[in-house]
């Protein structure tokens, strides 16, 4: 049945694209618009009935967003009244996409530091060298405005996610190797994702040290843990089980007492820098009963971990959606540059990440995976770092072009490795 949805969603896909190139042939701007987005539309649901493109699917989606925002850009910004570019949603919804990755690490993944090392450390020193070197190169040849190219930025300094563990395999590379980068460079990037913002985007864009790490804590951390917390509780002794249940309850009390008003009172009665610590330890607490809701979740539903990345999908769909339609004005007067600049990010990542790799001395398949891990970085967490900036539709909008263009080029190269294997 699926299957058949999919074949017929392409199928009305393509002649809506007929009609749309026949509609702007036509100059008749009122049916290419709506045919064009039916076309995007249907395609994205139609890959999935080609075996070729069905790795693609996702990537169709991201693209679908892009043109759906760009030709009705206001049906992304409010519903009714409300704004969807609100913080406090864009923080929900990152915190959704980076529990959805989360579900898909492991506690055993940083055991990897042990057995390799000396990978982890070129990844890391890869990781935050290359990318936010070439992006504040490309901001510097293409003049972007400030606030894009701090996103440009942005994006280069961010860590990895979890879509260069699924390009090492897809590539036979070396997939634990991948698996604990990312977990380390995940780890790390609280403290190396603002210092690199402040050493190269601090004269384009304000740049709040502290408050970067603990928005990058919120975002990142919070959700993590809670999706660590879940994977220790499949093998914890009983022992193990009374200290979570313990932790559980002095968390629950601690959100009781902000939410009763201990909140507003220690607002005042504390220090600023003290308060935004009491403020983060309370989103930990409700890491801490989430990640225990959700491990009694899965007892009762256990395909729920398959299914979690789905929702890391959509959320990142969710993002490019609300940033193109914040920023389709800006998009229309730097797209195309903005593009290039993808590529050449996106390339440079490649190649310096192999290449830099194999001069340390890894072999061909952790190279591979080291140009995986450089070239694919986390744009669901530079967006929502956009978003908590107030500045999604500028600094924000770097990340929803960059986001297609490397599911599409890492889909290509882990394709190619795949029927290449190293000697």
């Not at 925002?69 to 913080?87: C, E, H, I, K, Q």
């Not at 009694?296 to 490019?320: E, H, N, Q, W």
């Not at 599911?407 to 882990?414: E, P, R």
């Amino acid at each position: 049945m699926l299957f058949r949805i999919r074949q017929l969603s392409l199928a009305l896909g393509g002649i809506a694209f007929v009609i749309a190139i026949g509609a702007v042939l036509a100059g008749a701007d009122g049916l290419a618009q709506p045919a064009g987005v039916a076309a995007a539309v249907g395609t994205a649901i139609g890959l999935g009935a080609l075996p070729g493109l069905r790795a693609y699917q996702y990537t169709g989606w991201i693209i679908a967003a892009v043109i759906a925002a760009m030709v009705y850009p206001a049906a992304f910004l409010t519903v009714g009244n409300f704004d969807m570019r609100s913080p406090w949603l864009i923080l929900l919804v990152v915190q959704l996409v980076m529990f959805g990755m989360g579900t898909q690490m492991r506690l055993a993944d940083l055991r990897g530091v042990a057995t390799h090392p000396r990978g982890v450390l070129i990844g890391l020193l890869c990781q935050f060298s290359i990318m936010p070197v070439v992006g504040f190169t490309l901001t510097k040849i293409f003049y972007f405005p400030m606030e894009i190219a701090a996103g440009i930025i942005l994006i280069g300094s961010c860590s990895s996610g979890l879509a260069s563990n699924v390009m090492a395999y897809l590539a036979r590379a070396n997939l634990v190797l991948s698996v604990t980068v990312t977990a380390v460079a995940t780890l790390a990037a609280p403290v190396m994702t603002p210092f690199l913002m402040k050493v190269f985007a601090g004269t384009l864009i304000e740049i709040a040290f502290i408050g970067m790490m603990v928005q990058i804590a919120k975002i990142v951390l919070v959700p993590i843990g809670a999706a660590m917390l879940h994977d220790y509780l499949k093998r914890a002794s009983d022992a193990g089980w009374r200290r979570v249940f313990i932790v559980a309850g002095v968390s629950a009390a601690w959100l009781l007492f902000l939410v009763l008003g201990g909140a507003a009172w220690l607002q005042g009665a504390v220090p600023e820098s003290l308060y935004t610590s009491l403020e983060l330890l309370g989103f930990f607490a409700g890491a801490v009963l989430a990640g225990l809701g959700y491990h009694f979740l899965t007892v009762r539903l256990p395909k729920l971990d398959s299914v979690m990345p789905y929702f890391s999908m959509a959320g990142i769909v969710y993002f490019t959606l609300v940033t193109t339609a914040a920023g389709r004005d800006h998009l229309l007067e730097v797209g195309f540059l903005l593009f290039l600049a993808a590529v050449l990010h996106n390339t440079s990542g490649y190649f310096f990440g192999y290449w830099l790799s194999r001069a340390f001395g890894l072999d061909r398949s952790s190279a591979r995976t080291m140009a995986l891990e450089v070239g694919l970085q986390n744009g669901g967490m530079a967006s929502g770092l956009a978003g908590a900036m107030g500045k999604l539709g500028t600094v924000g909008l770097a990340a929803a072009v960059f986001s297609p263009w490397m599911n599409i080029s890492g889909s290509i190269l882990a394709n190619y490795w795949s029927k290449r294997p190293p000697k």
